[in-house]
């Protein structure tokens, strides 16, 4: 078998285990085991002898052991068996014996490829995804003619080329006019995705230290239009404090009404309109969060709930990236009903009371006061991720108000909306994220896990108005490169892992509507494609009308290659050659440089005559046009 | 006209296809639909550039030279791409016992190769109404064919084996073959067929009717040497031995014509009356070419003229028992 078969089935392989441990779900000592094909493909790439049939056989076997073993462990079958395919390609690299072998290689690097696509939708699957598709058509190219009997690849390099790019293209088309069904017929999917931590459902003060910045990117959204951050996208409130925790103990909500992809909300119209397409990282929870007062919003495939605090909530925890559009207007949530709940204080709070009736004692209306305890707070105190144990006898919110004056931002909104409530003012905690930086180059924010915020909703004559107690913080952001790099997983997320029939539906309609070419166009993946495939519809002209040669070297592969470097070295030794010159000239030149043997010429020339012109392979003449080569690069090397 | 066979890996990619095709659909993952497209994609772009790939070729296969059976022959196929692209990887299928002449690549226009060593193991006059092409292009998971038109009649001769030694005993030393005994100068010995151009008042009229061929009368110039070959095609024998007795023949008839013998072929259906030269050579062989055995439990061949005779049996109970006793040798196929 060609080395460069063996070449290429071991690149098929390593992408199809790395596609697997890149996913990160992989146990790190089956990860090990499957580098041992490293090992493997070079010792088959050095023509080493390989495993005999009944030790690959045994190897197999206890391989087959090793994965009962480790589902009864586990518990978790995909898991095992993506393992189980590591170890496999392992031992098929001691076992490339046939030109068949690699087929089986391949085979199994699909099977890789696909449980990849379950364990993960990072970018970095795109990136194996596009060399597999470019290895793969590769090596079944080179593995046809392999089994053809064929070992000169030179003359089928622009073919294969070829094959490659309509394939990439073929997959592309392929990919966005598939119809997307979901149908769950047999147990829908295993995607494990991916889980983020730093939001959470549950305010709680029971932890001290240092919090972690976590720049987990949980969201990117584009808002139109864009009248400059910070936005607050809001997830969920809680009414009860504890002391030490906050819940939401409204549990009541109610399905929103649904046309088929579009959600409604009753909210009146007659304010500022916004749009924001949301492309949300899947998170350990069921919050959507809201931008502004939203009264519209546009999904796929899930039920929407609204609670009564206005809180949108899914059926359940996605764990894939998804993507959702909200229509919002400027405007504040009006909710009545547990108006009371809203009053609830903890025990023992006299303190915070009296503090409260301190800041807002020159205050004459609701907003002056809360806008009196929003200012004291900015004012006085502290931002700061590291909180200290509180002493003994003192709460942490005690502790943050009175002692330390350092805390973030739930310290912030928690002690403001008790001083709220302190005086009887309807408040509540809001969790959610505030907009982080905004990655120009996209035109959208990216929001991490370090955005993550909690600020306070007052209930001031029958609105919920907004109130951000704590201070603003510095936050350096991502520059250049970076920020290209996320626009392209931006693009990914949005395209390949999120494309959907709604985007399916809207390009149909965009194809249809608007035949002709606008600049706007250029926005969307289909024309993106369309313009691929008309360049490379432009290119092939131009290379094949104009007879043109993207790799003129790759044409003078073999004998030709060989005469053309004699070429090169008569032109060197003084030969007057142009590139018209035919054999007759080069022949005379080489001999009146007299820098060559005379009789090694003739012969080299005469079976170059031969072996191009005359449409017949001679091995013996072959053998002659080698030896004269030999001869004449000794001479002249 | 064009088939397709979908090669064992073609069937599992299939099975693959559909199965990850349903994964895709069970399960809304857009990256399993990333993978099912690529797999459509190759799909398809197997069919199609396999289509295309046979598009446009016309092919014509010369021989060079007569083909026998288990010999090694030369030809030469033309073959013209009218397509604005070359073609890639195109066996031609020959008619006889499925050979494959491999072509990697066909540029556009008319391009000739010629092909080396192909061995036909069975004699046999194969008639030929279509030529197929094949090609497994790009990939490695099914052969699409396409008939081309080529009607022809192709004569693969038994095979010639080097006979000489048995003859050594059999065949006497010039000296001794002397004059034909029944004849003597000038005097009619045989009749043989009319070869073009040759003169009319020789005719055996006779002769012609007798064979419905038109036969000419040969002469005594005192040197002739006869020779009959019978070969036993009366049934009975198994089909390899019949075989082996049939290429015998052949190699015989071939040999002792290329000693200046006048050869005659006898079977129990067809004679070749006595003639000589590479042009009554393969009348004989063309006979020899398209020979079965027949059921006639016993040959009506019961004379033989003069010269030497040698009787090719293939069996224990030859139908030709009777004359074989009286030939000047026996040779039985079975134990060459």
Redesign the interface.
């Known amino acids: 078998m060609p080395g460069i078969y063996k070449l290429f089935t071991a690149i098929v392989a390593i992408i199809g285990s790395v596609s697997l441990v890149s996913t990160g779900e992989i146990n790190p000592g089956f990860s090990i085991i499957g580098s041992i094909l490293l090992y493997g493909y070079y010792r088959s790439l050095r023509g080493y002898r390989q495993l005999p049939r009944e030790a690959v056989g045994a190897l197999s076997f206890t391989t087959f052991i090793v994965f009962l073993v480790n589902f009864y462990i586990n518990k978790d079958v995909f898991i095992s068996v993506a393992q189980m395919t590591l170890i496999f390609q392992a031992i098929k690299s001691f076992d490339i014996k046939e030109p068949w072998d690699p087929l089986q290689v391949f085979f199994m690097s699909l099977l890789q490829l696909l449980m990849a696509s379950e364990l993960t939708n990072s970018i970095y699957f795109g990136i194996i995804f596009v060399l597999f598709v470019i290895f793969i058509v590769i090596s079944i190219l080179v593995g046809h003619f392999v089994i053809e009997g064929q070992r000169d690849f030179g003359p089928f390099l622009r073919p294969m080329a070829f094959i490659t790019i309509v394939t990439l293209v073929l997959t592309a088309m392929f990919f966005v006019t598939i119809p997307r069904l979901r149908s769950g017929f047999w147990g829908g999917s295993l995607s494990r995705g991916i889980k983020t931590t730093g939001f959470s459902e549950k305010v709680d003060f029971g932890s001290f230290g240092r919090v972690k910045q976590d720049e987990t990117i949980v969201m990117r959204m584009v808002v139109r239009p864009d009248k400059g951050g910070p936005y607050y996208l809001r997830g969920m409130t809680f009414d009860y404090f504890d002391g030490m925790a906050w819940y939401d103990t409204h549990k009541d909500s109610v399905r929103v009404y649904k046309t088929p992809d579009e959600f409604h909300t009753d909210v009146p119209l007659n304010a500022e309109r916004y749009e924001a397409e949301v492309y949300l990282e899947p998170l350990d929870s069921e919050v959507i969060f809201t931008f502004k007062r939203p009264y519209r919003m546009e999904s796929e495939g899930f039920f929407l709930r609204e609670d009564n605090a206005g809180a949108l909530y899914m059926r359940q925890k996605v764990s894939k990236r998804f993507f959702y559009k909200l229509f919002s207007v400027d405007g504040f949530y009006a909710d009545k009903e547990y108006l009371a709940s809203y009053l609830q204080i903890p025990p023992d709070i006299e303190g915070i009371k009296r503090l409260a009736e301190e800041v807002t004692a020159g205050a004459k209306t609701l907003t002056a006061k809360a806008e009196a305890i929003r200012g004291f707070l900015l004012k006085n105190y502290e931002y700061s991720l590291f909180t200290r144990e509180p002493p003994e006898g003192v709460t942490p919110l005690e502790d943050f108000l009175f002692y330390t004056k350092r805390g973030y931002c739930e310290h912030f909104a928690t002690a403001m909306v008790l001083m709220l409530r302190s005086i009887g003012i309807p408040a509540r905690l809001v969790t959610g994220f505030l907009t982080g930086e905004k990655n120009e180059m996209g035109d959208y924010y990216l929001i991490r896990q370090s955005d993550a915020h909690s600020w306070v909703e007052a209930f001031i004559d029958g609105r919920w108005l907004i109130f951000d107690p704590t201070p603003p913080v510095f936050v350096p952001h991502k520059r250049g490169l970076l920020l290209f790099v996320d626009v392209i997983k931006m693009k990914w997320s949005r395209y390949v892992v999120g494309f959907s029939s709604y985007d399916q539906v809207r390009m149909a309609t965009y194809v249809f509507n608007y035949p002709v070419i606008r600049l706007g166009m250029f926005r969307s993946l289909l024309s993106w494609i369309i313009l691929i495939i008309i360049t490379l519809i432009i290119i092939s002209i131009l290379i094949g009308g104009l007879r043109m040669r993207p790799f003129p070297y790759v044409r003078y592969r073999g004998v030709s290659a060989e005469y053309m470097r004699f070429v090169k070295r008569v032109r060197r030794n003084g030969g007057r050659l142009s590139p018209a010159s035919d054999t007759e000239e080069v022949l005379t030149e080489a001999i009146r440089t007299g820098r060559f043997d005379r009789d090694a010429v003739r012969r080299f020339i005469e079976a170059y005559r031969f072996l191009r012109f005359s449409g017949r392979q001679d091995e013996a003449m072959l053998r002659e046009f080698y030896e004269q080569a030999r001869r004449l690069r000794r001479d002249h090397g | 006209m064009a088939s397709i066979r979908l090669k064992k890996?073609g069937k599992?990619f299939l099975i693959?296809v559909v199965l990850?095709g349903?994964?895709?659909?069970?399960?809304?993952?857009?990256?399993?639909?990333?993978?099912?497209?690529?797999m459509?994609?190759?799909t398809?772009?197997s069919f199609v550039?396999a289509v295309v790939n046979l598009r446009g070729l016309r092919v014509q296969l010369s021989f060079k030279e007569p083909i026998y059976a288990e010999t090694p022959y030369s030809l030469e196929v033309e073959v013209e791409n009218s397509k604005?692209i070359?073609s890639?990887?195109v066996s031609i299928i020959l008619p006889f016992e499925g050979q494959r002449l491999?072509l990697?690549?066909i540029k556009r226009g008319v391009?000739?190769?010629?092909f080396e060593g192909i061995i036909i193991r069975k004699r046999g006059r194969y008639r030929v109404k279509e030529l197929r092409l094949m090609t497994?292009?790009?990939?490695?998971f099914m052969y699409l064919y396409k008939s081309l038109e080529w009607d022809a009649e192709v004569i693969v001769y038994p095979q010639i084996m080097d006979i000489r030694p048995l003859l050594v005993d059999m065949v006497p030393l010039p000296a001794e073959t002397g004059r034909p005994r029944i004849t003597h100068d000038g005097e009619f010995i045989f009749a043989r067929e009319y070869v073009y151009g040759e003169e009319s008042r020789r005719i055996d009229w006779k002769a012609t009717a007798r064979t419905q061929k038109t036969m000419m009368k040969v002469f005594s110039k005192g040197d002739e040497r006869l020779a009959t070959i019978i070969l036993d095609d009366a049934g009975g024998g198994m089909e390899d031995d019949f075989e082996k007795a049939v290429s015998v023949c052949a190699s015989l008839c071939s040999e002792l014509i290329q000693m200046g013998y006048y050869v005659r072929l006898i079977t129990c259906r067809k004679v070749v009356p006595f003639g000589r030269g590479r042009v009554h050579l393969f009348k004989i062989l063309d006979i020899l070419a398209g020979i079965r055995q027949v059921d006639a439990g016993r040959c009506p061949v019961e004379e033989l003229s003069e010269g030497l005779s040698i009787a090719v049996l293939c069996s224990d109970s030859p139908g030709i028992s009777g004359i074989a006793s009286q030939c000047s040798g026996v040779i039985d196929a079975r134990y060459i």
């Open positions: 890996e599992r693959a990850i349903f994964a895709s659909f069970n399960t809304g993952n857009n990256l399993i639909y990333l993978i099912f497209s690529l459509l994609s190759i398809l772009i550039l604005a070359p890639y990887s491999y990697p690549s391009s000739r190769r010629g497994g292009f790009p990939f490695i």
